[in-house]
Each structure stands twice: as C-alpha cells, then as structure tokens.
Nanobody, 124 residues
Framework: QVQLVESGGGSVQAGDSLRLSCIAS????????VGWFRQAPGKDREFVAA????????DYSDSVKGRFTISRDNAKNTVYLQMNSLKPEDTAVYSCAADGAISVFRTTTPLRYWGQGTQVTVSS
C-alpha cells in the first residue's frame, strides 16, 4: 500500500515559481512511476508530467514542457514538480499518482494510488 501527500501549493504571481512535493509512505514506493495531474474548475483532469521509478524516463505535456521539471529522490520517498514561469492558466488543483509504469499516465487506465491534491493559484 502506498499513501501520497502533496504539498507546496500556494498563490503566486505570473512568472513566479513553485515547487510541489509528493511524499509517499510505503516501502515499495521506489518501484513505482509517479505522475502529476491537474484539474482546473470546470475542466477535466489533465496529465502534467511523469517520471519512471529510476528517474531515467520523464514525460511532459506540451503545455508545461520547458517550464516544469519533474524529479524524484527515492531516499526521501519524494517526487518533486518544479514549476517555473507560471501562468494564470496553470491555476488548478495538482495531484500526484503512482503506478507501475510511466506509460500508463497518458492513458485512461485507472491509476493505483492518488494523493488528495494541492491548490496552485497564479494571478496575472
């Protein structure tokens, strides 16, 4: 069993940066790929980024590529999402999820573990 808790959200101005953390409990966390998703009010949840269990593979949506960086520290059971050059359209609840393979995060396959989410608000 894996439990995920996100932190690091907040309210910032356009152009600012934030770093989100997804902290996991459970000894098997290091064997899972982890992804970040976001959901804005009235919109569907969308994929943001994902990282393989060993950090050798990463994947980003086109909307964040070049601005966001996903990384992980397995010794700390933590996955990070560094968000730079934030835009008002990045405003959403950001959630992390864990599953076996990085390839599933862009599919409709139900993911195994989810966190509760953290709010990010970017004002212009």
């Amino acid at each position: 069993q894996v439990q995920l808790v996100e932190s690091g959200g907040g309210s910032v101005q356009a152009g600012d940066s934030l770093r989100l953390s997804c902290i996991a409990s459970g000894r098997t966390f290091t064997t899972y790929a982890v992804g970040w998703f976001r959901q804005a009010p009235g919109k569907d949840r969308e994929f943001v980024a994902a990282i393989s269990w060993n950090a050798l593979r990463t994947d980003y949506s086109d909307s964040v590529k070049g601005r966001f960086t996903i990384s992980r520290d397995n010794a700390k059971n933590t996955v990070y999402l560094q968000m730079n050059s934030l835009k008002p359209e990045d405003t959403a609840v950001y959630s992390c999820a864990a599953d076996g393979a990085i390839s599933v995060f862009r599919t409709t396959t139900p993911l195994r573990y989810w966190g509760q989410g953290t709010q990010v608000t970017v004002s212009s």
